[in-house]
Every structure is written in structure tokens, then in C-alpha cells.
Nanobody, 117 residues
């Protein structure tokens, strides 16, 4: 059974930092393209940052220079380091694992990030 479990969300003041973690199980982790997405109520889920199995990262323009995605293949973990957080970063953040060549696409349940003073 595939599981992606996010943690590390919470309430933070503008300008603050958080680190999200995603623990993956039930997959051969190094084979999967991993990502963080976010979604506000009533809006579409959007990509925040993705990282290939080889460690190549891509970011949404809105988070470039502030967020850093990383992965630890041995621990089957993916992280999102967020700094200089803004109120508009408030969303539910979801971990994603995909291997589209074989039609697999998995989601975690999400973790709430709230940026407010």
C-alpha cells in the first residue's frame, strides 16, 4: 500500500520559515518523480516545487529563491524548506509521487500552512 505522509505545517508569521517533510512508503522511492503542490479552497491545485530522481529541481516562479525542495532516497523522504513566507503562501500543501511511464500518481493528505500575523 502506497502512503505519502506530510508533516511540518503550521502557523507562522510573515517572514518566517517552515520545513515540510513527506515520508513515502510502498514505492521504490528512487524511481519516482516527487513534488510539492498547494491548494486553497475553491482553487486548483498548483505545483510549488518538483524534484527528479536524480535531484533536478524546478520551482514555481512565485517561490523561486524562497523555497528549496530536496530528497533523501535512502530515507524515502522529500522536504520543502520554506523561508521568507508570505500570507499568499497560506494553503494546504500536498506531497506527490509520480511515475507516469507506468501510470502511477500518488498524493498525500496534505498539511496546512498558514502565514499570518
Amino acid at each position: 500500500q502506497v502512503q505519502l505522509v506530510e508533516s511540518g505545517g503550521g502557523l507562522v508569521q510573515p517572514g518566517g520559515s517552515l520545513r515540510l517533510s513527506c515520508a513515502a512508503s510502498g514505492i521504490i522511492f528512487p524511481n519516482y518523480f516527487m513534488g510539492w503542490y498547494r491548494q486553497a479552497p475553491g482553487k486548483q491545485r498548483e505545483s510549488v516545487a518538483t524534484i527528479s530522481s536524480g535531484g533536478i529541481a524546478n520551482y514555481a516562479d512565485s517561490v523561486k529563491g524562497r523555497f528549496t525542495i530536496s530528497r533523501d532516497n535512502a530515507k524515502q523522504m522529500v522536504y520543502l524548506r520554506m523561508k521568507n513566507l508570505k500570507p499568499e503562501d497560506t494553503d494546504v500543501y500536498f506531497c506527490n509521487a509520480k511515475r507516469l511511464q507506468i501510470g502511477e500518481n500518488y498524493w498525500g493528505r496534505g498539511t496546512q500552512v498558514t502565514v499570518s500575523s
